[in-house]
């Protein structure tokens, strides 16, 4: 008689053989041939991405973001390759400490390279630019491709003068596709830097605004908010926030040409909404499980 473990042995082995077949391995030269935004990195970080083995990755291995990152137990912030569903694959900088947990940077700007903010046409928008380890835009297209496989929320941190940091979370987060414009949909507002998008004012809101750029007006100003207040945004008539500037940042109530900010990022992360947290065996983390 068999003994019973050969049969589970034999079991698992054609199981995992099974699971590895329908695997997709890609070389590292496919690869960094189908990154979406290869043109935001030089030669050096692209073989430097952190969790890119030298012979390549199975496809269906690869985070889908940088939180499935960091509950994949990588604690290492920087630049790591992310594929979202129905997307092609794309870089982008992580923020895996213990603060944060797994955020994907979107934008940030200090103020302190050479990227400019103020010169990018749409295309320079939808594609991305600048440097990911420093001061970019990641590009409207592949924000779109990232808040639409799941439910998002954003964090816009934005740091004083004084080196105080202050945020405005959303519940939600996405941006719709370039035939719509790239419209920006938020949820609900919590944080410290006071809600300078979702309300309503005398400049209107950017919640809902299509984004604008100098050679593409989608506000709802009689001039073009994005070519005098030079650089691109979820512009209404005009802004109440602004961080695309190559001068002052905005943010309404914190932020103005009288008391700048002299730093900001924009960062999302999957939203609580429709997650089921499941213990995992060390001491406080937790593994959500999205519904779709």
């Given at each position: 008689m068999t003994p019973h473990w050969v049969i589970y042995l034999g079991f698992f082995l054609s199981w995992t053989l099974v699971r590895c077949q329908a695997l997709t391995f890609v070389s590292r030269g496919e690869l960094f041939g189908q990154i979406a935004n290869r043109q935001q990195l030089e030669s050096e970080q692209l073989r430097g991405l952190l969790n890119v083995p030298y012979m390549g990755v199975y496809r269906e291995l690869v985070a889908k973001d940088c939180t499935a990152a960091y509950l994949n137990r990588r604690r290492r912030s920087g630049l790591y390759l992310v594929w979202p569903k129905n997307s092609p694959p794309l870089v982008v900088y992580c923020d895996l400490s213990p603060?944060?947990?797994?955020?994907?940077?979107?934008?940030?700007?200090?103020?302190?390279?050479?990227?400019?903010?103020?010169?990018?046409?749409?295309?320079?928008?939808?594609?991305?630019?600048?440097?990911?380890?420093?001061?970019?835009?990641?590009?409207?297209?592949?924000?779109?491709l990232l808040t639409r496989q799941n439910a998002f929320m954003v964090r816009f941190l934005l740091v004083d003068s004084l080196g105080n940091e202050h945020y405005a979370d959303?519940?939600?987060?996405?941006?719709?596709?370039?035939?719509?414009?790239?419209?920006?949909?938020?949820?609900?507002?919590?944080?410290?830097?006071?809600?300078?998008?979702?309300?309503?004012?005398?400049?209107?809101?950017?919640?809902?605004?299509k984004f604008s750029t100098a050679d593409n007006d989608n506000d709802r100003w009689d001039k073009n908010c994005a070519e005098v207040s030079g650089g691109g945004w979820w512009f209404d008539s005009c802004r109440s926030a602004f961080l695309n500037s190559d001068h002052s940042i905005y943010w309404g109530g914190l932020c103005d040409e009288s008391k700048p900010c002299v730093a900001t990022s924009i960062l999302i992360k999957p939203g609580r909404k429709n997650c089921s947290p499941i213990p995992l065996p060390g001491p406080g983390e937790y593994y959500p499980i999205h519904s779709s």
């Open positions: 603060q944060g947990g797994g955020w994907t940077v979107l934008q940030r700007n200090t103020h302190q390279n050479t990227t400019s903010f103020g010169s990018q046409d749409w295309r320079g928008y939808r594609d991305g630019f600048g440097d990911l380890q420093g001061n970019h835009w990641l590009g409207n297209e592949l924000i779109y959303y519940s939600s987060f996405r941006v719709d596709s370039e035939d719509r414009g790239y419209a920006l949909r938020l949820g609900d507002y919590s944080g410290n830097a006071g809600d300078a998008l979702s309300i309503m004012n005398e400049t209107g809101t950017h919640d809902n605004m």
